[in-house]
């Protein structure tokens, strides 16, 4: 069964007069990794700031659990059930990587007794120990920073994580270990994980692969 849908979704700018997505119509499952393919211009990063509720498109619909997401509180919506892991990462350097996950508990609002105990097991997943957790972002390395994103979005527990080019700025070995991540996440938590991306590599790793470029459904 379906998460979440994407039916006849249409995108423009410019009054209409720039089309960016047409119709366009995708289904993504739980315990499945997808990535959304396509060049610049293509409408990818456009796509996940759709599905992630930051923008409405101009016609068509996006589903989460069968209901249109604009009949959701956006709050609600981005803080418990999508998570959104911004190219930028959008990580508060000042504060250390466990700070950094308990303030988005915080925001979220998640019913847990001991917030740091669960901050701390969120980074553990994700491979980050006590002693990095306790360091501030800026003496984080860029792959270390990239899984602070992720242990972030996996506080508040969402059924779909949407990932804008995770390991763009990544070398090869981190790139295999945060698509490694993903992909645990899919299988083991029962994650839908959905990832814009440019990476051939990470095209080889996910179950399906949607290519704005052709509009098709390529599933290996």
Do not use: W
Request: net charge neutral.
């Amino acid at each position: 069964m379906s998460v979440f849908k994407i039916e006849d979704l249409c995108y423009s700018y410019d009054n209409g007069k720039k089309l960016v997505l047409d119709n366009i119509n995708y289904e993504f499952e739980k315990g499945k990794t997808y990535a959304i393919m396509g060049k610049s211009g293509t409408g990818k990063t456009t796509l996940l700031s759709l599905m992630s509720g930051l923008d409405v498109p101009k016609s068509g619909k996006i589903l989460y659990n069968d209901i249109n997401i604009s009949k959701i509180n956006e709050n609600k919506y981005r803080s418990n059930h999508v998570g959104v892991i911004f190219q930028s990462l959008n990580l508060l350097p000042h504060l250390t990587a466990l700070e950094n996950v308990e303030l988005s508990m915080d925001i979220s609002d998640i019913k847990i007794k001991n917030k740091k105990e669960h901050a701390l097991k969120m980074l553990a997943k994700v491979g980050l120990d006590e002693n990095i957790a306790n360091r501030r972002v800026l003496r984080l390395s860029g792959g270390e920073q990239q899984r602070v994103a992720i242990a972030r979005t996996l506080s508040y527990n969402p059924d779909v994580i949407l990932a804008d080019e995770p390991t763009g700025n990544l070398d090869a070995v981190n790139e295999k270990q945060v698509m490694d991540i993903f992909k645990k996440l899919a299988k083991n938590d029962n994650k839908c994980v959905i990832i814009v991306t440019h990476s051939d590599n990470i095209s080889n790793e996910v179950d399906n692969v949607y290519d704005l470029e052709n509009i098709t459904k390529s599933i290996k």
